[in-house]
Structure formats: structure tokens, C-alpha cells
């Protein structure tokens, strides 16, 4: 398996080109501060900004298993523009599946819904992906925010 940081990278990259191929332009920031990629809207200006996680996972019998780690402060602290969270999880050998959010959804499941594991500085998040392509984590159906590409439509 491909060290941690290729694994992020290619994540990073899959992101990229998928908004790319809906007509945004999209950068990465020189100071890595909690903004992994900033998504521009170059007719109106709009700017948003992600952060993007990404995880093998591993196979279980009918289903495969991915685990993420993001700081309770990017999850608490809200700023403007306003952080958008995608969960990036390679399944099989060439397909990428994509779970979004804004910083204010996954801010209610983990403080009102109890997802995840909260430790002192950071939050360990265990998504399930099954075979009929539901996503769960922590009893929470997230199948809504997988391949939920809503907030940045095809231009």
C-alpha cells in the first residue's frame, strides 16, 4: 500500500479534477493551515474552502471500512467562507467515491448525533460503504452526502 501521504495527495488530486471537470478553478493554498483546496466560481467570485480527507479503508465481507481523522477545531470553529469537508475513500482498484459536507453538518452529527470518537484535539471517524452503496458512521446513514456534488453544480 502506497505511504499516507501519496494516499492524501491522490485524494487532494481526485477532488481537484472532479470540480475541475464542473468548470471551477481550484488551487491548492501555499501555507497548509486546515485549507487543503480553494474552489473559485471565476463569474461570480464565489470561493469555497475544503478540506479533504482520505482513506483506503479496509475490506470487511460485504463491505469496506474507512477511517479519517479531523480536528475538533476545523469541526467546532466556524469562519467565513465557510469549510466544506469532503471524505474521500478509494474503492477498488480505480474508483474514487466522494461523501460531502459543510463544517456545520458534520458539526451536528458529532456533537448532537454522537459520530465518531472524540478524543482531546481530534475526531476519529469510521465510515461504513456496503455493497448496495450505503454509507454509515456511528448509526448515522450518511448516504445522502455520498457523491453530493449539490453545492457546486455543473457550470
Known amino acids: 500500500m502506497a505511504a499516507t501521504q ?20 481550484v488551487s491548492i493554498p501555499e501555507i497548509d493551515k486546515g485549507d487543503d483546496v480553494f474552489v473559485v466560481k471565476d463569474d461570480s467570485g464565489a470561493m469555497w474552502r475544503l478540506q479533504v480527507k482520505t482513506s483506503i479503508g479496509s475490506a470487511n465481507k460485504e463491505s469496506r471500512r474507512y477511517q479519517f481523522r479531523v480536528k475538533n477545531g476545523a469541526i ?38 454522537k459520530m465518531g470518537s472524540n478524543g482531546q484535539d481530534f475526531t476519529q471517524l469510521y465510515i461504513t460503504l456496503d455493497k448496495n452503496n450505503i454509507a454509515t ?8 452526502h455520498l457523491e453530493n456534488w449539490d453545492t457546486w453544480p455543473e457550470i
Open 137 to 144: 458512521c456511528s448509526g448515522q446513514d450518511l448516504t445522502s
Open 6 to 25: 501519496y494516499v492524501g495527495k491522490a485524494g487532494h488530486l481526485a477532488v481537484m479534477g472532479e470540480l475541475c471537470l464542473r468548470g471551477y478553478n
Open 76 to 113: 467546532q470553529k466556524a469562519q467565513t467562507p465557510e469549510l466544506y469537508f469532503i471524505f474521500v475513500m478509494r474503492k477498488g482498484a480505480r474508483t474514487w467515491r466522494f461523501l460531502t459536507m459543510d463544517r456545520a453538518v458534520l458539526k451536528n452529527y458529532v456533537n448532537n448525533h
